[in-house]
């Protein structure tokens, strides 16, 4: 009985995301994105060529009590598609329930199952954020962060002190945990040895570490621990800095779906 690979569900559920995200021009994928709700939003519901803007030009107080609000509303809150919207279209459904009917003849309850249980140790294969957010039909342990996430800080005030700035968490009702990197934010007048206390999915803490050997602003290194299961970060510490330059803990997006 013929089952689709890891590899193969992979290339599947990367075009599914994909479609899903370019139909809807979602910015967070492609922040050039000339059309789509949130492009239309900006062009017509706001600002200077906002609907609410053309109303008050009318002068009359009639037509503004009865339409002002709602146009005001829609420019202050941009619609959004709601979860798993797409799956109202025919065909778009049909093949999210080929693939559970697929997984359901394997011996598994459906895709979002046989994900769960690849997953269950360590991440094996997990679907882009907006599969999630436009189809739905998978679990957040299943899902992973459609962008790299900066989750914290260090400013360098000394050889073995710094500035600790938190900035992000990854959201766990929508999405699984990541590896994480350091990411210089500055020049490095030293190779600081770094220890950085992450969180985990399950709730756990681990303290990992790494020397940042290269000085280039943007070079990313990893950490002792690569595993796609942290969360967010609580404390960053050095040894052997220098005063003034800056470093970030950055979440990383498992892979990129602009070409599937």
Same mark, same amino acid.
């Given at each position: 009985? +013929?089952?689709?690979t890891? #590899? ?17 021009g979602d910015p967070?994928?492609? !922040?050039?994105?000339?059309?789509g709700m ?33 146009a005001r509303d ?9 979860? +798993? ?5 025919? +065909? ?13 003849? #394997?011996?598994y ?19 882009? +954020?907006h599969? /999630? ?7 957040? /342990?299943?899902?992973?962060?459609? #962008?790299?996430?900066q ?11 710094g ?5 992000? &968490?990854? %959201? ?10 350091? /990411? ?5 007048? &030293? ?7 992450? /969180?985990?999915?399950d709730?756990t803490?681990?303290?990992?570490? !790494? ?9 990313e ?10 969360? %967010? ?8 800095g220098?005063?003034? #330059? ?15």
């Amino acid at each position: 009985m +013929g089952m689709l690979t890891n #590899n193969q569900l992979q290339t599947i559920i990367d075009k599914l995301a994909r479609f899903a995200t370019e139909s809807v021009g979602d910015p967070e994928f492609n !922040a050039a994105f000339t059309a789509g709700m949130e492009t239309a939003s900006q062009h017509v519901l706001s600002g200077a060529g906002g609907i609410a803007t053309y109303l008050l030009t009318l002068n009359d107080e009639d037509i503004e009590a009865d339409l002002l609000p709602s146009a005001r509303d829609l420019d202050e809150q941009h619609p959004t598609l709601a979860d +798993g919207t797409l799956l109202t279209i025919t +065909g778009v459904n049909a093949i999210i329930n080929a693939l559970n009917t697929h997984f359901k003849r #394997n011996n598994y309850k459906g895709l979002d199952d046989y994900m769960t249980i690849i997953n269950t140790a360590t991440p094996t294969l997990r679907a882009h +954020g907006h599969f /999630k957010k436009y189809l739905k039909t998978l679990s957040a /342990k299943n899902n992973f962060i459609p #962008n790299d996430i900066q989750l914290a800080t260090l400013t360098m005030t000394s050889a073995t002190a710094g500035t600790y700035g938190h900035l992000n &968490s990854i %959201d766990t009702t929508k999405y699984a945990g990541a590896k994480i990197v350091l /990411k210089n934010l500055t020049a490095l007048g &030293s190779a600081p040895v770094v220890s950085v206390t992450a /969180k985990k999915l399950d709730g756990t803490s681990s303290v990992l570490t !790494a020397t940042i050997s290269t000085a280039t602003i943007n070079t990313e290194t990893n950490l002792s621990d690569v595993t796609q299961l942290y969360v %967010d970060v609580t404390a960053i510490s050095i040894t052997t800095g220098t005063s003034g #330059n800056q470093i970030a803990v950055v979440a990383k997006t498992d892979r990129s779906i602009a070409s599937a």
